[in-house]
């Protein structure tokens, strides 16, 4: 499995890239900004990707829009600091397959939502 996690803070990246590693045995790679992301997508292979909802050089939402403009785009999981009831509903209508908190929990939520978010790419 292979993910992509756009998040314009390293160090958060790092740590998020180090824990899907080991919980998920995932190969993880990041990206600090929405233009190097789209590069790396263009390579092909991306099984998931992890969308900050503030990226420095675009909005989330207009992220996502350009995703779901493309041909079998992988499932994508926001992942904000921002309240999850305000991102949430916004980002899943615009084809996030789930939003996931950056705070104390992030440890157990963001490894069960990518394989919720691959199980139900594989149903689809």
Known sequence: MRILIIEDKEDLA???????E????????????ASSARDEMDKG??????LDYH???TD???FLDELRGREDPP???VITGSSL??????AVARGARGCVCKDERL???LPAAVREALARDVER
């Open 14 to 20: 790092k740590a998020m890239a180090r824990l899907l």
């Open 22 to 33: 080991r919980r998920l045995d995932a190969e993880v790679s990041f990206r600090l900004d």
């Open 45 to 50: 292979g991306v099984d998931v990707v992890l």
């Open 55 to 57: 990226l420095p050089d």
């Open 60 to 62: 989330c939402l207009s």
């Open 75 to 77: 499932p994508v999981i």
């Open 85 to 90: 009831e305000t991102v949430r509903g916004e």
């Open 107 to 109: 440890p157990e939520t």
